[in-house]
């Protein structure tokens, strides 16, 4: 293979065979032997697929596309500000075909599973991780179990080239994404030959999100000072930190590395409370107390990556980052000057993201004339749904939390 895996708490280098986990509390990283070439006759991700953890490009694509937006800059009081746009907007280059970043996730995770070949893969999700998968998994006839919770059933769609015959999709009647992990987990250690699609730990999914900084810089033609995004559970600064470090020591760019700007909805915040406490781990107090509506419930993850070596906290620090908590008004008329000026709908974490770059500004933060890059993580779902006869996934399982794991593995045997 053209990579191995470096543990980030030992320094030890591995030959990867689809590994997840190698010490505890600590990221593994892809290290490349070879040299970043841009395949320019190639589409999206597979344009920088000599830094991918994979063998060969296959037949799926997905990738962002940046531009500098001029009229949303304007309305920011900004002068220099790029969008990395991921989702459906055909004339703008957008070519994430369920509308969001966890597109560029999935297509380089399903050549890394044929490279290891694993049997299947099991998904946990909020919505978009699950919709990827289901995507390129039932395009690819991988078998796919995806579990989510009661209020994410219907995020699950398709479509019409996409069959979805080898997906089996469970709901956890009872529970939330937290729940809907938990069960994929006990699933996984059961299933012999099947893989977890690993979150934060798959080095093809930080990879793959990570190429668009490979895509900003050479759009730009530099690194931009400051990075936007909303946060749930870390894979996408993580994997965005970490190709801009690759940028640099290969001799590609100059650094240093883009400020790390991450955003979470006010309600629950956990990754924020521990950078602004100055702690390098989370404590329990950093939850709210009890259950809560969010503006943007992609964001919602109880389990972040933040106190592994690797992970937010170190990727925050080494760039000297900050954290933003943002109301849901502010995220709402970030949202509607967005879609106004651009023309194009959005998801709530790029509003969350949006919304954050304005406190920014006006905390000074950042300066008007800064080259800032903002990442429109999901985008143009409404628009493919009006001009895409799209469907909903049917269950395949409905479970309560308590017998899920159980529950799955009896129905799988009968199959």
């Not at 009661?150 to 015959?165: G, L």
């Not at 992990?181 to 699933?187: D, L, P, V």
């Amino acid at each position: 293979m053209k990579y191995q895996l470096k543990c980030l708490k030992t320094g030890d280098l591995i030959d990867d065979a689809y590994t997840l986990h190698y010490s505890d509390n600590a990221l593994l990283r892809a290290v490349y032997n070879e040299p970043l070439v841009l395949k320019n006759n190639a589409s999206g991700v597979w344009k920088y697929l000599s830094w991918l953890p994979v063998s060969q490009a296959n037949e799926y694509v997905a990738g962002t596309v940046t531009y500098r937006a001029v009229a949303l800059g304007e309305a920011m009081g900004l002068s220099n500000l790029w969008v990395s746009f991921h989702g459906y907007w055909p004339e703008k280059g957008g070519i994430c075909p369920t509308g969001s970043f966890k597109d560029m996730e999935a297509v380089p995770t399903i050549q890394r599973m044929h490279d290891h070949d694993c049997k299947g893969l099991i998904c946990a999700s909020a919505g978009n991780t699950a919709r990827a998968f289901t995507h390129f998994c039932g395009l690819d006839g991988m078998p796919l179990l995806v579990v989510v919770g009661k209020d994410h059933a219907e995020r699950i769609w398709a479509r019409p080239e996409n069959s979805a015959e080898s997906v089996r999709l469970v709901v956890v009647e009872d529970g939330d994404y937290y729940d809907a992990k938990t069960a994929a987990k006990g699933i996984a250690a059961q299933l012999p030959g099947w893989q977890m699609e690993g979150s934060v730990h798959n080095v093809a999914r930080r990879d793959g999100i990570g190429s668009l900084m490979l895509d900003a810089a050479y759009t730009i033609g530099r690194l931009p000072d400051h990075y936007f995004q909303g946060i749930g559970g870390g894979p996408g600064p993580i994997g965005i930190h970490e190709m801009a470090e690759r940028l640099i020591e290969a001799g590609l760019f100059k650094g240093p590395a883009p400020r790390q700007h991450v955003s979470q909805n006010i309600e629950h915040h956990p990754i924020h409370n521990a950078w602004q406490a100055g702690r390098d781990h989370l404590l329990p107090e950093d939850y709210p107390s009890e259950e809560v509506e969010v503006y943007s419930d992609y964001l919602l993850n109880k389990g972040p990556a933040y106190g592994q070596v690797g992970a937010v906290h170190a990727i925050l620090k080494g760039s000297n980052g900050q954290t933003y908590i943002v109301e849901r008004e502010d995220a709402i008329a970030a949202r509607k000057m967005i879609e106004s000026i651009e023309g194009i709908d959005i998801m709530t974490p790029g509003a969350v993201a949006a919304a954050s770059l304005l406190q920014a500004v006006d905390a000074g933060e950042v300066d008007k004339d800064d080259c800032i890059l903002l990442n429109m993580s999901g985008g143009g779902v409404e628009r493919l749904k009006s001009e895409t006869e799209t469907r909903t996934v049917k269950p395949w399982l409905r479970v309560q939390k308590a017998t899920a794991v159980e529950a799955i593995l009896e129905k799988l045997a009968l199959e």
